[in-house]
């Protein structure tokens, strides 16, 4: 079975950047090493993985490639993404969806990714429609309607998402077709392929797969390296 990987790292960042000087989200360092690096060399280290494809903002391809080196193997793709995430996604999609029976998705931004969840969430892809990486609720969840709350959420049944989330290659395509059919913009691809019927299996994650969304979040992804707590 081959298996595809796409590393969604498009995103402008706009909560990350504080100074004009800032660099972007995925270039941000942590350990000496921009975010959408770690994320690539987890897929290019993995043995499952036959290629990889990062979604990168358009004028940023040449500095991607330059920073991926001769450490590729030929195996990673930079592509230009698009003006939404879904955008970016499926246009990495479509450089592999005919020679892959399986695709990972990852976001850039979760710079712990483990590789049992890239193996795990693959095994369990050949038995359902996908499977994806997330923890259990551990707050109680209100469901509000103008500032006042409506009910309380059975916290036992919900689960937060993370990436990465994988795919059957047919189920995806599918998705996605109906998305473009139907104008659904999705917050994953779990969603999408959820309005298609398909079956999704949970692998449990971690609370240290954080995901980068401000300055804040940065400092506490280093905090979480130097105590080496992730892995």
Known sequence: MKVGAIIAAAGEGKRFITESDDPKKQFAELGGEPLFLRSASSFLESPIIDETVVAVPAGDVEKCNQLLGKGSNGNILVIP?????????????????????????????????????????VELAGTYDGAIVAIP?????????????????????????????????GILDKAFE??????????????????VGGRIAIVEGSSFNIKITTRNDLTLAEAILSIGAYG
């Not at 990495?92 to 710079?111: G, N, Y």
């Not at 109906?178 to 309005?195: F, N």
Request: glycine share 6%; aromatic share 6%.
């Open 137 to 169: 609720a551990a707050d109680t969840l209100k469901v509000s309607d103008n500032g006042l709350i409506n009910r309380t959420m059975d916290r036992s049944t919900v689960w937060q998402a993370q990436t990465p989330q994988t795919f059957a290659v």
């Open 81 to 121: 993404g698009g003006e939404q995430r879904q955008e970016s996604i499926y246009n990495a999609f479509s450089q592999i969806r005919e020679r892959v029976e399986v695709v990972v998705i990852h976001d850039a931004a979760r710079p712990f990714l483990q590789g049992e969840w890239i193996e795990k969430t």
């Open 178 to 195: 109906h998305s473009l059919t139907h104008g659904i913009v999705a917050t994953d691809e779990a969603q999408l392929v959820e309005t």
